[in-house]
């Protein structure tokens, strides 16, 4: 630690210099990316299905000892920096001697764990709730209801009813759970959001901007069909089938605001949600996997994309009726 420009414990503390400041920064670099990968390949999947206040409690006590190995494992390493002296150095360790049992260390443990505490709680909830629908409760972004243009992606499980019949209710929540987290990383790196989970369907959205880039809209279906693709020696060892599913999408204007008194929760309306979850029902009937809209399809750069036009088809409740196309990527 450092107080101005004087060290006031140097005794128990580290001086900062720009050595210690790029030991220090690299330290925390190296940490940050080892923590990230312990997260996403290790720890994460190990108290997945367990409870809340579990997945915190556990995920807590490992990151903290974590931490309190690397606590202890870096000081001597500052200490021998700041001294310019050798880490077996006997100064080096009764320094270190003087900070484990100091004050510093004490406040350095408890500052650790309530910044543990509350990622931990952040990245949990945010799981259950979605990153972006946090942020948006945080930043009040819609307390008060807002017009803007989206996109939105219904997509349907071929043979869903089949499957459940075949698989029992236990194991086809089991399948739906695999079905579901196997699509996940398509949606996230397509800049997409779970709006909804409604039985074997999902409702992915996208602000306008986001879903026409690079058509990330379009470019999620793929990705999805891909993942899925990559597991289905798994799905078929583990369950016996293989799920593959039809997806319409669609773009216009919706109302989004919280709504809800017992639980909140962001709500879209506007006639885009009904009319991509009829184009989505064209599907089986039009041997489609993907159909999106005209209005879609007119904001979409030609480069890169190639549209089989499906002609003008009636939809329930509308009196016009739309154009659709197959679209498939390059």
């Keep these: 630690m450092a107080t101005g420009y004087e060290n006031q414990r140097p005794d128990t503390d580290i001086t900062v210099t720009w050595s210690i400041f790029l030991f220090a920064s690299l330290a925390v670099f190296l940490v940050g990316l080892v923590i990230g990968a312990v997260e996403v390949l290790w720890l994460g999947r190990l108290f997945k299905y367990k409870a809340f206040w579990q997945k915190i409690l556990y995920k807590m006590g490992f990151y903290l000892m974590f931490m309190l190995v690397i606590n202890l494992i870096t000081f001597p390493i500052a200490a021998s920096i700041e001294l310019q002296s050798s880490l077996i150095d006997a100064q080096v360790w009764d320094k270190f001697s003087n900070y484990i049992v100091s004050p510093t260390f004490l406040s350095t443990m408890v500052s650790l764990a309530f910044s543990i505490f509350v990622s931990l709680l952040y990245s949990d909830i945010s799981e259950h709730l979605g990153h972006n629908v946090l942020l948006n409760f945080f930043s009040g972004k819609y307390h008060q209801p807002k017009e803007e243009s989206r996109v939105f992606m219904f997509l349907d499980m071929k043979s869903s009813t089949s499957f459940a019949e075949q698989l029992g209710h236990k194991t086809y929540f089991r399948f739906l759970s695999d079905y579901y987290n196997q699509?996940?990383?398509?949606?996230?790196?397509?800049?997409?959001?779970?709006?909804?989970?409604?039985?074997?369907?999902?409702?992915?959205?996208?602000?306008?901007?986001?879903?026409?880039?690079?058509?990330?809209?379009?470019?999620?279906?793929?990705?999805?069909?891909?993942?899925?693709?990559?597991?289905?020696?798994?799905?078929?060892?583990?369950?016996?089938?293989?799920?593959?599913?039809?997806?319409?999408?669609?773009?216009?204007?919706?109302?989004?605001?919280?709504?809800?008194?017992?639980?909140?929760?962001?709500?879209?309306?506007?006639?885009?949600?009904?009319?991509?979850?009829?184009?989505?029902?064209?599907?089986?009937?039009?041997?489609?996997?993907?159909?999106?809209?005209?209005?879609?399809?007119?904001?979409?750069?030609?480069?890169?994309?190639?549209?089989?036009?499906?002609?003008?088809?009636?939809?329930?409740?509308?009196?016009?009726?739309?154009?659709?196309?197959?679209?498939?990527?390059?």
């Design 183 to 330: 699509l996940s990383n398509a949606i996230i790196q397509n800049k997409g959001e779970v709006y909804q989970y409604v039985g074997d369907e999902i409702v992915v959205t996208w602000e306008k901007a986001d879903g026409l880039e690079r058509h990330n809209c379009i470019r999620c279906f793929y990705d999805m069909k891909q993942s899925l693709r990559k597991k289905s020696s798994y799905f078929e060892e583990t369950y016996g089938v293989v799920p593959s599913f039809r997806a319409a999408i669609h773009t216009g204007p919706v109302t989004t605001g919280e709504i809800g008194a017992l639980k909140k929760e962001i709500f879209f309306t506007g006639d885009v949600l009904n009319v991509t979850a009829r184009i989505q029902k064209l599907c089986k009937p039009l041997q489609q996997e993907i159909i999106i809209s005209e209005a879609l399809a007119e904001q979409l750069a030609p480069k890169g994309l190639q549209l089989e036009p499906l002609g003008d088809m009636e939809l329930e409740g509308r009196k016009k009726p739309v154009e659709l196309f197959a679209p498939q990527l390059d």
